[in-house]
């Protein structure tokens, strides 16, 4: 089944470490997102992307890093610069361009947290 | 993107239709009216979009009122697996800004009771 795997699914971070998030899509969309999710919230853009070595920051996308080198990977650095980085982080995809109507697929999500 | 507002609660039987409402007054004529769904410590889930028509697909039906300024999503039989929270979306494609993301609320969170 085609979809967007996310891993891990829960990730802790130490002070002052980067961690990386992973989002692997087999759908064949262009367009990838990253969002942020804190509880009780909507989500809020951090990074996009619509073609290979291309992305554009969102939002919040100050402590965060991506990379598109491969159409099916976009994964996502939080940097330790990131102060508050206590979240759930959404991957999604879509096919065609980043302004078309189609619509997104979202993998599981990364639960991420402090030690 | 236009604003909209929706319960922040409701309740349903099993096997039973509900009707999720969403009010949209400030909705643009280029704005498609969106509704995904995200059930606990799980990623968003696509329901159904339209414009001016109603829709219908295998999870639900939208209803779009005349003057476009409310939406009613409609669920025909509830299972306990619908309940999550709801989101009405407005996105703008012509308008709405290159990135393409979708603006999410807090939306309806939905109960079903067996």
């Known amino acids: 089944d085609g979809g967007i795997t996310q891993s891990p699914k829960y990730l802790f971070r130490k002070e002052g470490q980067n961690v990386t998030l992973s989002c692997e899509q087999n759908?064949?969309?262009?367009?990838m997102y990253w969002y942020r999710q804190d509880p009780g919230q909507g989500l809020r853009l951090i990074y996009y992307?619509?073609?290979?070595?291309?992305?554009q920051k969102g939002d919040i996308a100050e402590g965060y890093s991506v990379s598109r080198e491969k159409k099916e990977s976009f994964p996502l650095t939080v940097t330790s610069a990131q102060k508050n980085p206590t979240a759930f982080y959404l991957c999604?995809?879509?096919?065609?361009?980043?302004?078309?109507?189609?619509?997104?697929?979202f993998g599981d999500g990364t639960r991420l947290s402090i030690l | 993107d236009a604003k909209t507002t929706q319960p922040n609660s409701m309740e349903s039987n099993e096997e039973e239709p509900v009707h999720l409402p969403c009010n949209h007054s400030?909705?643009?004529?280029?704005?498609?009216i969106h509704w995904y769904r995200q059930l606990p410590s799980q990623g968003p889930e696509y329901v159904i979009h339209?414009?001016?028509s109603n829709v219908n697909n295998r999870m639900a039906s939208l209803a779009i009122a005349e003057d476009r300024k409310s939406s009613t999503l409609i669920l025909h039989r509830a299972t306990l697996r619908d309940a999550a929270v709801y989101y009405c979306?407005?996105?703008?494609?012509?308008?709405?800004?290159?990135?393409?993301?979708?603006?999410f609320g807090k939306g309806t969170k939905l109960s079903v009771k067996p």
């Open positions: 999604a995809s879509k096919a065609g361009r980043l302004y078309s109507n189609q619509p997104q697929h």
């Open positions: 759908l064949n969309h262009d367009a």
């Open positions: 992307s619509q073609i290979v070595n291309d992305f």
């Open positions: 400030t909705i643009s004529g280029t704005d498609y």
């Open positions: 339209g414009l001016t």
């Open positions: 979306i407005l996105r703008d494609v012509l308008y709405g800004g290159s990135q393409g993301n979708l603006i």
